[in-house]
Protein backbone atom coordinates (compact mmCIF):
# COMPACT_ATOMS: atom_id res chain seq x y z
CA UNK A 1 0.00 0.00 0.00
CA UNK A 2 1.26 3.47 -0.73
CA UNK A 3 2.34 6.39 1.36
CA UNK A 4 0.08 8.07 4.19
CA UNK A 5 0.09 10.85 2.48
CA UNK A 6 -2.51 10.08 0.20
CA UNK A 7 -4.96 11.81 -0.52
CA UNK A 8 -8.49 10.55 -1.19
CA UNK A 9 -8.41 11.86 -5.07
CA UNK A 10 -12.06 12.87 -5.04
CA UNK A 11 -13.06 14.08 -1.49
CA UNK A 12 -12.71 17.63 -2.82
CA UNK A 13 -15.32 17.50 -5.45
CA UNK A 14 -18.20 17.52 -3.06
CA UNK A 15 -17.34 21.23 -1.84
CA UNK A 16 -18.20 22.50 -4.92
CA UNK A 17 -22.07 22.40 -6.47
CA UNK A 18 -22.69 19.45 -8.88
CA UNK A 19 -21.21 20.17 -12.10
CA UNK A 20 -23.45 20.83 -15.37
CA UNK A 21 -22.90 17.86 -17.96
CA UNK A 22 -20.47 20.10 -19.71
CA UNK A 23 -17.82 19.89 -17.48
CA UNK A 24 -15.10 17.39 -16.90
CA UNK A 25 -16.52 14.16 -19.39
CA UNK A 26 -17.30 11.16 -17.87
CA UNK A 27 -15.10 7.78 -18.01
CA UNK A 28 -17.49 7.31 -21.43
CA UNK A 29 -16.00 9.70 -22.88
CA UNK A 30 -12.61 9.00 -22.87
CA UNK A 31 -11.09 7.16 -26.26
CA UNK A 32 -9.84 3.81 -24.19
CA UNK A 33 -14.05 3.31 -23.31
CA UNK A 34 -14.89 3.39 -27.00
CA UNK A 35 -12.10 1.65 -28.06
CA UNK A 36 -13.09 -0.97 -25.74
CA UNK A 37 -17.00 -0.88 -27.31
CA UNK A 38 -15.38 -1.60 -30.81
CA UNK A 39 -13.73 -4.43 -29.57
CA UNK A 40 -16.50 -6.08 -27.35
CA UNK A 41 -18.94 -5.40 -31.25
CA UNK A 42 -16.24 -7.85 -32.99
CA UNK A 43 -15.44 -9.87 -30.46
CA UNK A 44 -14.95 -13.77 -32.01
CA UNK A 45 -17.07 -16.33 -30.28
CA UNK A 46 -15.67 -18.27 -27.03
CA UNK A 47 -15.20 -21.32 -29.54
CA UNK A 48 -12.64 -19.47 -31.37
CA UNK A 49 -11.61 -17.78 -28.28
CA UNK A 50 -10.67 -21.72 -26.83
CA UNK A 51 -9.08 -22.87 -29.97
CA UNK A 52 -6.80 -20.30 -30.63
CA UNK A 53 -2.46 -20.31 -29.61
CA UNK A 54 -1.48 -17.75 -27.57
CA UNK A 55 1.81 -16.71 -28.14
CA UNK A 56 3.71 -17.82 -25.31
CA UNK A 57 1.49 -21.62 -25.78
CA UNK A 58 -0.21 -21.13 -22.62
CA UNK A 59 -3.59 -22.06 -22.62
CA UNK A 60 -6.67 -20.11 -22.06
CA UNK A 61 -7.49 -21.29 -18.83
CA UNK A 62 -3.65 -20.77 -17.32
CA UNK A 63 -3.52 -17.09 -18.62
CA UNK A 64 -7.40 -16.35 -17.60
CA UNK A 65 -6.89 -17.84 -13.68
CA UNK A 66 -5.79 -16.59 -10.50
CA UNK A 67 -5.03 -18.03 -7.31
CA UNK A 68 -4.52 -16.75 -3.97
CA UNK A 69 -4.59 -18.87 -0.81
CA UNK A 70 -7.64 -21.48 -1.00
CA UNK A 71 -9.25 -19.65 -3.91
CA UNK A 72 -9.17 -20.36 -7.43
CA UNK A 73 -10.96 -17.62 -9.82
CA UNK A 74 -10.80 -18.87 -13.71
CA UNK A 75 -12.20 -16.34 -15.68
CA UNK A 76 -11.43 -17.75 -18.92
CA UNK A 77 -15.04 -18.61 -20.01
CA UNK A 78 -15.87 -15.41 -20.28
CA UNK A 79 -16.50 -13.42 -23.63
CA UNK A 80 -13.50 -11.62 -23.76
CA UNK A 81 -9.86 -11.74 -25.38
CA UNK A 82 -6.57 -10.36 -24.50
CA UNK A 83 -6.41 -7.66 -26.20
CA UNK A 84 -9.64 -6.33 -24.59
CA UNK A 85 -8.60 -7.48 -20.54
CA UNK A 86 -5.60 -5.15 -21.19
CA UNK A 87 -7.30 -2.34 -22.14
CA UNK A 88 -9.66 -3.21 -19.03
CA UNK A 89 -7.04 -2.81 -16.94
CA UNK A 90 -5.65 0.69 -18.64
CA UNK A 91 -8.99 1.28 -17.46
CA UNK A 92 -8.46 0.24 -13.88
CA UNK A 93 -5.51 2.94 -13.75
CA UNK A 94 -7.27 5.70 -15.38
CA UNK A 95 -9.88 5.44 -12.86
CA UNK A 96 -7.38 5.62 -10.69
CA UNK A 97 -8.40 2.21 -8.53
CA UNK A 98 -5.08 1.79 -6.68
CA UNK A 99 -4.87 5.29 -5.28
CA UNK A 100 -8.65 4.70 -4.18
CA UNK A 101 -8.17 1.38 -2.86
CA UNK A 102 -5.21 3.04 -0.93
CA UNK A 103 -7.39 5.50 0.59
CA UNK A 104 -9.63 2.99 1.80
CA UNK A 105 -7.15 0.96 3.61
CA UNK A 106 -5.63 4.01 5.17
CA UNK A 107 -9.06 5.49 6.46
CA UNK A 108 -9.21 8.21 4.29
CA UNK A 109 -13.19 9.63 4.19
CA UNK A 110 -13.90 7.52 1.21
CA UNK A 111 -17.64 7.82 1.61
CA UNK A 112 -17.66 11.30 0.20
CA UNK A 113 -21.18 12.13 0.52
CA UNK A 114 -21.60 11.07 4.81
CA UNK A 115 -17.57 12.38 4.85
CA UNK A 116 -16.68 8.85 6.48
CA UNK A 117 -14.12 5.87 6.03
CA UNK A 118 -14.97 3.35 5.29
CA UNK A 119 -13.04 0.63 7.08
CA UNK A 120 -14.45 -2.88 7.41
CA UNK A 121 -10.22 -3.82 6.58
CA UNK A 122 -9.92 -1.96 10.26
CA UNK A 123 -12.12 -4.88 11.87
CA UNK A 124 -10.24 -8.06 10.51
CA UNK A 125 -6.79 -6.26 10.90
CA UNK A 126 -4.15 -7.98 13.09
CA UNK A 127 -4.18 -6.97 16.48
CA UNK A 128 -0.79 -5.00 16.36
CA UNK A 129 -2.13 -3.30 13.35
CA UNK A 130 -2.24 0.51 13.39
CA UNK A 131 -5.02 2.36 11.39
CA UNK A 132 -5.76 5.98 12.03
CA UNK A 133 -9.40 7.18 12.03
CA UNK A 134 -8.72 11.43 12.99
CA UNK A 135 -5.91 10.97 14.67
CA UNK A 136 -6.68 7.89 16.82
CA UNK A 137 -5.68 4.22 16.14
CA UNK A 138 -8.98 2.27 15.75
CA UNK A 139 -7.57 -1.10 15.89
CA UNK A 140 -7.28 -1.17 20.00
CA UNK A 141 -11.02 -0.71 20.30
CA UNK A 142 -11.88 -3.03 17.54
CA UNK A 143 -9.68 -5.73 19.16
CA UNK A 144 -11.71 -4.51 22.84
CA UNK A 145 -15.25 -5.35 21.50
CA UNK A 146 -13.75 -8.40 19.80
CA UNK A 147 -12.60 -10.14 23.40
CA UNK A 148 -15.85 -8.97 25.20
CA UNK A 149 -17.80 -11.14 22.47
CA UNK A 150 -15.24 -13.58 22.93
CA UNK A 151 -16.39 -13.49 26.95
CA UNK A 152 -19.96 -13.53 26.37
CA UNK A 153 -19.14 -16.34 24.19
CA UNK A 154 -17.58 -18.14 27.09
CA UNK A 155 -19.95 -17.47 29.35
CA UNK A 156 -23.10 -18.87 27.44
CA UNK A 157 -21.01 -21.89 25.96
CA UNK A 158 -20.01 -22.80 29.26
CA UNK A 159 -23.45 -22.13 30.85
CA UNK A 160 -22.51 -19.47 33.38
CA UNK A 161 -24.46 -17.16 31.62
CA UNK A 162 -28.62 -18.24 32.13
CA UNK A 163 -31.98 -16.80 31.99
CA UNK A 164 -34.42 -16.32 34.30
CA UNK A 165 -35.91 -19.77 36.63
CA UNK A 166 -31.76 -20.26 36.11
CA UNK A 167 -31.80 -22.30 32.96
CA UNK A 168 -28.91 -22.34 30.18
CA UNK A 169 -29.37 -20.64 26.97
CA UNK A 170 -30.31 -22.73 24.44
CA UNK A 171 -31.66 -20.27 21.78
CA UNK A 172 -30.22 -17.09 20.00
CA UNK A 173 -32.53 -14.71 17.99
CA UNK A 174 -30.96 -12.41 16.08
CA UNK A 175 -33.07 -9.17 14.98
CA UNK A 176 -32.19 -7.21 12.80
CA UNK A 177 -32.79 -6.19 8.96
CA UNK A 178 -30.40 -5.71 6.25
CA UNK A 179 -26.30 -5.81 6.75
CA UNK A 180 -27.64 -6.58 10.21
CA UNK A 181 -29.27 -9.70 9.54
CA UNK A 182 -28.11 -10.83 5.84
CA UNK A 183 -24.53 -11.69 6.59
CA UNK A 184 -24.68 -13.47 9.91
CA UNK A 185 -27.66 -15.20 9.05
CA UNK A 186 -25.65 -16.06 5.44
CA UNK A 187 -22.65 -17.08 7.63
CA UNK A 188 -24.38 -19.02 10.36
CA UNK A 189 -25.99 -21.31 7.91
CA UNK A 190 -22.29 -21.28 5.69
CA UNK A 191 -19.89 -22.69 9.04
CA UNK A 192 -23.46 -24.85 10.71
CA UNK A 193 -20.33 -27.81 10.48
CA UNK A 194 -17.55 -25.81 12.54
CA UNK A 195 -20.52 -24.69 15.57
CA UNK A 196 -19.11 -25.26 18.81
CA UNK A 197 -22.42 -25.48 20.83
CA UNK A 198 -26.06 -27.39 20.73
CA UNK A 199 -27.08 -23.54 20.11
CA UNK A 200 -30.01 -23.20 17.62
CA UNK A 201 -30.03 -20.06 15.72
CA UNK A 202 -32.68 -17.90 14.68
CA UNK A 203 -33.56 -14.61 12.61
CA UNK A 204 -35.81 -12.23 12.37
CA UNK A 205 -35.86 -9.58 10.27
CA UNK A 206 -39.51 -9.27 8.72
CA UNK A 207 -41.74 -6.19 10.01
CA UNK A 208 -44.58 -8.81 9.41
CA UNK A 209 -45.79 -10.23 12.53
CA UNK A 210 -46.10 -13.53 11.33
CA UNK A 211 -41.67 -13.74 11.05
CA UNK A 212 -41.53 -13.29 14.93
CA UNK A 213 -44.06 -15.39 15.87
CA UNK A 214 -42.74 -18.49 14.06
CA UNK A 215 -39.33 -18.08 15.63
CA UNK A 216 -41.11 -17.35 19.13
CA UNK A 217 -43.42 -20.72 18.43
CA UNK A 218 -39.51 -22.51 18.52
CA UNK A 219 -38.16 -21.51 21.31
CA UNK A 220 -38.51 -21.46 25.55
CA UNK A 221 -37.97 -17.50 26.93
CA UNK A 222 -36.24 -18.58 29.69
CA UNK A 223 -33.47 -20.07 27.19
CA UNK A 224 -33.55 -17.59 25.03
CA UNK A 225 -31.10 -14.90 24.11
CA UNK A 226 -32.19 -11.93 21.90
CA UNK A 227 -29.19 -9.76 20.18
CA UNK A 228 -30.81 -6.44 18.87
CA UNK A 229 -28.76 -6.24 15.97
CA UNK A 230 -28.83 -2.87 14.73
CA UNK A 231 -26.05 -0.17 13.22
CA UNK A 232 -28.24 3.06 14.00
CA UNK A 233 -30.52 1.08 16.42
CA UNK A 234 -33.43 3.47 14.52
CA UNK A 235 -34.79 1.11 11.73
CA UNK A 236 -38.46 0.47 11.99
CA UNK A 237 -38.62 -2.94 11.26
CA UNK A 238 -35.88 -3.98 14.31
CA UNK A 239 -37.41 -1.66 16.93
CA UNK A 240 -40.78 -3.04 16.61
CA UNK A 241 -39.86 -6.30 16.49
CA UNK A 242 -37.61 -5.98 19.51
CA UNK A 243 -39.73 -4.51 21.27
CA UNK A 244 -42.56 -7.25 20.37
CA UNK A 245 -40.03 -9.30 21.66
CA UNK A 246 -39.22 -7.83 24.99
CA UNK A 247 -43.47 -7.59 25.62
CA UNK A 248 -43.52 -11.67 24.56
CA UNK A 249 -40.36 -12.03 27.39
CA UNK A 250 -42.37 -10.03 30.00
CA UNK A 251 -45.76 -12.01 29.14
CA UNK A 252 -43.85 -15.24 29.39
CA UNK A 253 -42.46 -14.48 32.67
CA UNK A 254 -39.64 -13.00 32.98
CA UNK A 255 -39.67 -10.18 35.76
CA UNK A 256 -38.34 -6.80 34.10
CA UNK A 257 -35.07 -6.79 36.57
CA UNK A 258 -34.14 -9.88 34.37
CA UNK A 259 -34.32 -8.96 31.25
CA UNK A 260 -30.58 -8.02 31.14
CA UNK A 261 -30.22 -12.02 31.09
CA UNK A 262 -32.20 -11.96 27.64
CA UNK A 263 -31.21 -8.94 25.54
CA UNK A 264 -27.95 -7.89 24.59
CA UNK A 265 -27.18 -5.50 21.81
CA UNK A 266 -24.58 -4.67 18.25
CA UNK A 267 -25.10 -1.03 17.61
CA UNK A 268 -22.90 2.30 16.83
CA UNK A 269 -26.20 3.85 18.90
CA UNK A 270 -24.74 2.45 22.39
CA UNK A 271 -27.02 5.41 23.97
CA UNK A 272 -29.95 4.55 22.03
CA UNK A 273 -29.28 1.02 23.19
CA UNK A 274 -29.53 1.84 26.75
CA UNK A 275 -32.74 3.78 26.67
CA UNK A 276 -34.23 0.40 24.62
CA UNK A 277 -33.38 -0.97 28.17
CA UNK A 278 -30.20 -2.82 27.40
CA UNK A 279 -27.52 -2.99 30.28
CA UNK A 280 -24.40 -1.03 29.46
CA UNK A 281 -22.59 -3.99 29.71
CA UNK A 282 -24.80 -5.75 27.16
CA UNK A 283 -24.37 -3.65 24.32
CA UNK A 284 -21.50 -4.45 22.02
CA UNK A 285 -20.60 -1.49 20.24
CA UNK A 286 -19.43 -0.66 16.58
CA UNK A 287 -18.63 2.76 14.70
CA UNK A 288 -19.75 4.69 12.15
CA UNK A 289 -17.08 3.75 9.96
CA UNK A 290 -18.58 0.31 9.19
CA UNK A 291 -21.46 0.28 6.27
CA UNK A 292 -24.25 -1.98 7.45
CA UNK A 293 -23.84 -4.15 4.55
CA UNK A 294 -20.09 -4.41 5.66
CA UNK A 295 -20.72 -4.96 9.07
CA UNK A 296 -20.61 -8.99 9.84
CA UNK A 297 -16.88 -8.28 10.80
CA UNK A 298 -17.99 -6.15 13.70
CA UNK A 299 -20.59 -6.70 16.45
CA UNK A 300 -23.20 -7.40 14.23
CA UNK A 301 -21.02 -11.15 13.87
CA UNK A 302 -22.12 -12.05 17.51
CA UNK A 303 -24.24 -15.01 16.28
CA UNK A 304 -22.23 -16.32 14.37
CA UNK A 305 -18.60 -15.99 16.79
CA UNK A 306 -21.68 -17.57 19.47
CA UNK A 307 -21.88 -19.93 16.75
CA UNK A 308 -18.33 -21.51 15.69
CA UNK A 309 -17.19 -20.27 18.75
CA UNK A 310 -14.07 -16.89 18.79
CA UNK A 311 -11.45 -18.76 17.54
CA UNK A 312 -13.14 -19.96 14.65
CA UNK A 313 -14.45 -16.36 13.77
CA UNK A 314 -10.62 -15.06 14.13
CA UNK A 315 -10.44 -17.18 11.26
CA UNK A 316 -13.03 -16.09 10.04
CA UNK A 317 -11.28 -12.53 10.14
CA UNK A 318 -7.98 -13.86 9.06
CA UNK A 319 -9.03 -15.42 5.75
CA UNK A 320 -10.79 -12.14 4.96
CA UNK A 321 -7.61 -10.30 5.71
CA UNK A 322 -5.33 -11.96 3.86
CA UNK A 323 -7.84 -11.37 0.68
CA UNK A 324 -7.31 -7.63 1.96
CA UNK A 325 -3.59 -8.11 1.66
CA UNK A 326 -3.88 -9.49 -1.66
CA UNK A 327 -5.64 -6.71 -3.01
CA UNK A 328 -3.91 -4.35 -1.15
CA UNK A 329 -0.87 -5.82 -3.20
CA UNK A 330 -0.83 -7.64 -6.02
CA UNK A 331 -0.41 -6.38 -9.37
CA UNK A 332 -3.62 -5.59 -11.25
CA UNK A 333 -2.77 -7.88 -13.70
CA UNK A 334 -2.61 -10.49 -11.34
CA UNK A 335 -5.61 -8.93 -8.51
CA UNK A 336 -8.15 -11.23 -8.23
CA UNK A 337 -10.85 -8.62 -7.07
CA UNK A 338 -9.48 -6.28 -9.71
CA UNK A 339 -10.14 -8.99 -11.88
CA UNK A 340 -13.26 -9.92 -10.98
CA UNK A 341 -14.41 -6.35 -11.33
CA UNK A 342 -13.29 -5.54 -14.48
CA UNK A 343 -15.56 -8.82 -16.01
CA UNK A 344 -18.75 -7.69 -14.07
CA UNK A 345 -17.36 -4.08 -15.94
CA UNK A 346 -17.07 -5.87 -19.24
CA UNK A 347 -19.75 -7.42 -19.04
CA UNK A 348 -22.39 -4.37 -18.30
CA UNK A 349 -20.72 -1.85 -20.12
CA UNK A 350 -18.91 -3.10 -23.18
CA UNK A 351 -21.47 -6.08 -23.60
CA UNK A 352 -24.62 -5.10 -22.64
CA UNK A 353 -25.41 -7.52 -19.75
CA UNK A 354 -27.85 -6.46 -16.97
CA UNK A 355 -28.30 -9.08 -14.78
CA UNK A 356 -25.91 -11.45 -13.04
CA UNK A 357 -27.06 -14.65 -11.64
CA UNK A 358 -25.34 -16.47 -8.93
CA UNK A 359 -24.84 -20.12 -8.50
CA UNK A 360 -23.38 -21.69 -5.01
CA UNK A 361 -22.57 -25.29 -6.00
CA UNK A 362 -22.66 -26.02 -2.18
CA UNK A 363 -26.01 -26.14 -0.26
CA UNK A 364 -24.51 -24.00 2.76
CA UNK A 365 -23.94 -21.23 0.62
CA UNK A 366 -27.89 -20.68 0.41
CA UNK A 367 -27.94 -17.71 1.64
CA UNK A 368 -24.77 -16.29 -0.55
CA UNK A 369 -27.17 -14.85 -3.63
CA UNK A 370 -29.39 -13.07 -1.29
CA UNK A 371 -26.35 -11.59 0.42
CA UNK A 372 -25.03 -10.37 -2.33
CA UNK A 373 -28.08 -8.66 -3.39
CA UNK A 374 -27.56 -6.14 -0.61
CA UNK A 375 -23.68 -6.25 -1.13
CA UNK A 376 -23.85 -5.25 -4.98
CA UNK A 377 -27.37 -3.76 -5.34
CA UNK A 378 -27.20 -1.64 -2.19
CA UNK A 379 -23.87 -0.71 -3.07
CA UNK A 380 -23.81 0.26 -6.26
CA UNK A 381 -26.75 0.84 -7.40
CA UNK A 382 -26.69 4.40 -8.44
CA UNK A 383 -27.29 6.54 -11.66
CA UNK A 384 -25.23 9.76 -10.39
CA UNK A 385 -21.41 10.06 -10.11
CA UNK A 386 -19.62 11.22 -6.69
CA UNK A 387 -19.78 14.47 -8.01
CA UNK A 388 -23.80 14.07 -8.84
CA UNK A 389 -23.56 13.90 -12.65
CA UNK A 390 -25.70 12.08 -14.34
CA UNK A 391 -24.01 8.75 -15.74
CA UNK A 392 -24.76 8.09 -19.09
CA UNK A 393 -23.46 3.96 -18.75
CA UNK A 394 -24.87 1.37 -16.59
CA UNK A 395 -23.19 0.62 -13.33
CA UNK A 396 -24.65 -2.54 -10.64
CA UNK A 397 -26.34 -5.49 -12.75
CA UNK A 398 -29.64 -7.01 -10.96
CA UNK A 399 -28.14 -10.33 -8.82
CA UNK A 400 -30.22 -13.06 -8.54
CA UNK A 401 -29.50 -17.03 -7.90
CA UNK A 402 -30.04 -20.07 -5.89
CA UNK A 403 -28.39 -22.99 -5.18
CA UNK A 404 -26.78 -24.55 -8.22
CA UNK A 405 -28.63 -27.28 -9.03
CA UNK A 406 -31.66 -25.86 -7.59
CA UNK A 407 -31.40 -23.34 -9.84
CA UNK A 408 -30.81 -25.90 -13.19
CA UNK A 409 -34.32 -26.74 -12.40
CA UNK A 410 -35.98 -23.81 -11.90
CA UNK A 411 -34.72 -20.61 -13.97
CA UNK A 412 -31.42 -22.32 -16.20
CA UNK A 413 -33.97 -22.70 -19.05
CA UNK A 414 -33.72 -19.00 -19.54
CA UNK A 415 -30.17 -18.43 -18.77
CA UNK A 416 -29.54 -21.40 -21.71
CA UNK A 417 -32.24 -19.94 -24.40
CA UNK A 418 -33.33 -16.78 -22.88
CA UNK A 419 -32.72 -14.41 -25.41
CA UNK A 420 -30.96 -12.28 -22.53
CA UNK A 421 -27.19 -13.28 -21.70
CA UNK A 422 -27.16 -13.49 -18.52
CA UNK A 423 -23.42 -13.78 -17.13
CA UNK A 424 -23.38 -16.47 -13.56
CA UNK A 425 -20.80 -16.28 -10.98
CA UNK A 426 -20.28 -20.91 -10.40
CA UNK A 427 -18.90 -21.05 -6.88
CA UNK A 428 -17.88 -24.69 -6.28
CA UNK A 429 -16.13 -25.81 -2.89
CA UNK A 430 -13.71 -28.56 -3.82
CA UNK A 431 -12.97 -30.45 -0.52
CA UNK A 432 -16.59 -32.58 0.50
CA UNK A 433 -16.97 -33.21 4.15
CA UNK A 434 -21.23 -33.45 4.00
CA UNK A 435 -20.09 -37.17 5.47
CA UNK A 436 -22.60 -38.39 2.54
CA UNK A 437 -21.06 -40.72 -0.03
CA UNK A 438 -21.17 -40.30 -3.90
CA UNK A 439 -22.57 -36.63 -3.88
CA UNK A 440 -20.28 -34.40 -4.43
CA UNK A 441 -18.76 -35.86 -7.86
CA UNK A 442 -22.18 -35.52 -8.94
CA UNK A 443 -22.38 -31.82 -8.17
CA UNK A 444 -18.76 -31.03 -9.55
CA UNK A 445 -19.90 -32.49 -12.62
CA UNK A 446 -22.94 -30.50 -13.38
CA UNK A 447 -20.76 -27.14 -11.94
CA UNK A 448 -18.43 -27.62 -14.50
CA UNK A 449 -21.52 -29.00 -16.38
CA UNK A 450 -23.25 -25.71 -17.09
CA UNK A 451 -20.29 -23.55 -17.40
CA UNK A 452 -19.27 -25.38 -20.72
CA UNK A 453 -22.62 -25.55 -22.42
CA UNK A 454 -23.48 -21.55 -21.61
CA UNK A 455 -19.59 -20.96 -22.85
CA UNK A 456 -19.82 -23.20 -25.98
CA UNK A 457 -23.52 -24.44 -26.84
CA UNK A 458 -24.52 -26.64 -29.61
CA UNK A 459 -24.43 -25.29 -33.05
CA UNK A 460 -27.73 -26.08 -35.28
CA UNK A 461 -25.39 -28.94 -37.10
CA UNK A 462 -24.45 -30.38 -34.42
CA UNK A 463 -28.11 -31.12 -33.46
CA UNK A 464 -29.18 -32.36 -36.78
CA UNK A 465 -26.78 -34.21 -37.11
CA UNK A 466 -27.53 -36.01 -34.26
CA UNK A 467 -31.16 -36.43 -35.09
CA UNK A 468 -33.28 -38.76 -37.74
CA UNK A 469 -34.27 -35.91 -40.23
CA UNK A 470 -37.99 -36.43 -39.60
CA UNK A 471 -37.64 -34.72 -36.73
CA UNK A 472 -35.57 -31.60 -38.22
CA UNK A 473 -38.23 -29.00 -37.42
CA UNK A 474 -36.98 -29.59 -33.16
CA UNK A 475 -33.67 -28.80 -34.32
CA UNK A 476 -34.17 -24.73 -33.19
CA UNK A 477 -35.42 -25.85 -30.24
CA UNK A 478 -32.32 -27.80 -29.47
CA UNK A 479 -29.84 -25.36 -30.12
CA UNK A 480 -27.69 -23.53 -27.54
CA UNK A 481 -26.16 -20.50 -28.66
CA UNK A 482 -23.00 -20.23 -26.79
CA UNK A 483 -20.73 -17.12 -25.36
CA UNK A 484 -22.71 -17.13 -22.37
CA UNK A 485 -20.15 -15.74 -20.03
CA UNK A 486 -19.42 -17.26 -16.22
CA UNK A 487 -16.58 -17.23 -13.72
CA UNK A 488 -15.98 -19.95 -11.68
CA UNK A 489 -14.77 -19.88 -8.39
CA UNK A 490 -13.39 -22.74 -6.47
CA UNK A 491 -12.94 -22.29 -2.47
CA UNK A 492 -10.31 -25.47 -1.51
CA UNK A 493 -12.17 -25.75 1.42
CA UNK A 494 -15.69 -24.27 2.96
CA UNK A 495 -13.98 -23.20 6.15
CA UNK A 496 -14.05 -19.96 8.25
CA UNK A 497 -10.74 -18.46 6.59
CA UNK A 498 -12.33 -19.75 2.82
CA UNK A 499 -15.93 -18.14 4.09
CA UNK A 500 -14.00 -14.96 4.93
CA UNK A 501 -12.10 -14.83 1.79
CA UNK A 502 -14.73 -15.19 -0.54
CA UNK A 503 -17.10 -12.75 1.06
CA UNK A 504 -14.06 -9.98 1.29
CA UNK A 505 -13.26 -10.84 -3.07
CA UNK A 506 -16.94 -10.02 -3.47
CA UNK A 507 -16.43 -6.77 -1.31
CA UNK A 508 -13.43 -5.44 -2.96
CA UNK A 509 -14.95 -6.12 -6.75
CA UNK A 510 -17.71 -3.85 -5.77
CA UNK A 511 -15.05 -1.20 -4.85
CA UNK A 512 -13.12 -1.59 -7.46
CA UNK A 513 -16.34 -1.14 -9.91
CA UNK A 514 -17.29 1.81 -8.03
CA UNK A 515 -14.37 3.30 -8.97
CA UNK A 516 -14.15 2.67 -12.78
CA UNK A 517 -18.10 3.80 -12.35
CA UNK A 518 -16.78 6.89 -10.49
CA UNK A 519 -20.43 6.02 -7.96
CA UNK A 520 -19.82 6.22 -4.03
CA UNK A 521 -20.69 2.45 -3.00
CA UNK A 522 -20.65 3.46 0.61
CA UNK A 523 -23.97 5.27 0.71
CA UNK A 524 -27.61 4.38 0.49
CA UNK A 525 -29.57 7.41 0.16
CA UNK A 526 -32.16 5.49 -2.50
CA UNK A 527 -33.71 3.24 0.77
CA UNK A 528 -34.97 6.86 2.16
CA UNK A 529 -38.02 8.24 0.42
CA UNK A 530 -39.50 4.75 0.85
CA UNK A 531 -38.81 4.96 4.89
CA UNK A 532 -40.61 8.30 4.91
CA UNK A 533 -43.49 7.94 3.04
CA UNK A 534 -44.18 4.64 4.91
CA UNK A 535 -43.88 6.22 8.67
CA UNK A 536 -46.35 8.95 7.21
CA UNK A 537 -49.19 6.19 5.72
CA UNK A 538 -48.15 4.12 9.02
CA UNK A 539 -49.90 7.18 10.45
CA UNK A 540 -52.79 6.48 8.56
CA UNK A 541 -53.04 3.06 8.54
CA UNK A 542 -52.79 3.22 12.58
CA UNK A 543 -55.53 6.08 12.93
CA UNK A 544 -53.29 9.07 14.03
CA UNK A 545 -53.07 10.07 11.15
CA UNK A 546 -55.05 13.16 9.90
CA UNK A 547 -58.20 13.57 7.45
CA UNK A 548 -56.23 15.27 4.83
CA UNK A 549 -54.02 12.37 3.66
CA UNK A 550 -56.33 11.90 0.43
CA UNK A 551 -55.05 15.38 -0.57
CA UNK A 552 -51.70 14.76 -0.16
CA UNK A 553 -51.53 11.20 -1.85
CA UNK A 554 -51.98 9.80 -5.64
CA UNK A 555 -55.20 8.24 -6.23
CA UNK A 556 -53.68 4.89 -6.30
CA UNK A 557 -52.15 4.78 -3.03
CA UNK A 558 -55.67 6.91 -1.62
CA UNK A 559 -57.42 3.83 -3.23
CA UNK A 560 -55.07 0.71 -2.14
CA UNK A 561 -55.03 2.38 0.94
CA UNK A 562 -59.01 2.50 1.81
CA UNK A 563 -59.39 -1.20 0.17
CA UNK A 564 -57.27 -2.54 2.62
CA UNK A 565 -58.46 -0.38 5.61
CA UNK A 566 -62.09 -1.69 4.66
CA UNK A 567 -60.63 -4.97 4.32
CA UNK A 568 -58.47 -5.23 7.12
CA UNK A 569 -61.92 -3.81 9.40
O1 LIG B 1 -32.40 0.60 4.81
C1 LIG B 1 -31.13 0.18 4.45
C2 LIG B 1 -30.27 -0.03 5.64
O2 LIG B 1 -29.90 1.21 6.12
C3 LIG B 1 -29.08 -0.89 5.31
O3 LIG B 1 -28.04 -0.20 4.74
C4 LIG B 1 -28.77 -1.49 6.64
O4 LIG B 1 -27.95 -2.62 6.54
C5 LIG B 1 -30.16 -1.79 7.13
O5 LIG B 1 -30.94 -0.72 6.69
C6 LIG B 1 -30.31 -1.96 8.61
O6 LIG B 1 -29.88 -0.82 9.30
P1 LIG B 1 -29.55 -0.87 10.83
O7 LIG B 1 -28.44 -1.83 11.03
O8 LIG B 1 -29.18 0.54 11.19
O9 LIG B 1 -30.78 -1.32 11.55
Given at each position: M?S?RLK?P??N????????E??KP??????????L???ASK????R?L?DRKSE?G?Q?FE???V????L??D???????????????????????????D?????????????R??L?T???????AA???Q???V??????V?????DL???I??E?????R??????V?????????????M?V??LQ??A???L????V?N?D??H?A?VL??V??DQT???????T??TQ???M??????A??L??G???A???????????NV?A?Q???I?????????DW?G????L???I??????????E??????A?????D?H?????L???L???FA???I??????AR?A??I????Q??A??????Q??????????V??E??????????V??GE??T???H?????L???????PV?F????QD?S?V?G???T?????LA?S?A??????????????PP???????????T??RP?N?L???????AG??A?????????????A?WD???????GV???????A??GQ?F???????Y????D?S???LF?H???L??
Amino acid sequence: MSSPRLKVPWANRLKTPPRTEADKPLISAHPLWRSLQQRASKMPALRELFDRKSESGVQRFEQMSVRTDGLLLDYSKQHIDQAALTELLQLAQLCAVEQKRDAMFLGRPVNVTEQRPALHTALRAPAQAAIQVQGENVVPAVQSVLQRMADLCTQIHSEQWQGFRARAIRHVVNIGIGGSDLGPRMAVQALQPYAQSALQFHFVSNVDGWHLADVLRQVEADQTLFIIASKTFTTQETMMNAHSARAWMLAQGCPEAELHKHFVAASTNVTAAQVFGIAAENVFPFWDWVGGRYSLWSAIGLSLMLSIGPENFRQFLAGAHAMDRHFGSAPLERNLPVLFALMGIWNTNFLARHAQSIAPYDQRLAGFPAYLQQLEMESNGKRVSIEGRTLDYATCPVLFGEPGTNGQHAYFQLLHQGPQVIPVDFIAVAQDDSGVNGHHPTLMANCLAQSQAFAFGKTIEEVLAEMPPERAALAPHRTFTGNRPSNTLVLDKLDPAGLGALIALYEHKVFVQAAIWDINPFDQWGVELGKTLAAELGQQFSGAGDESYSHTHDASTVGLFKHLQALRK
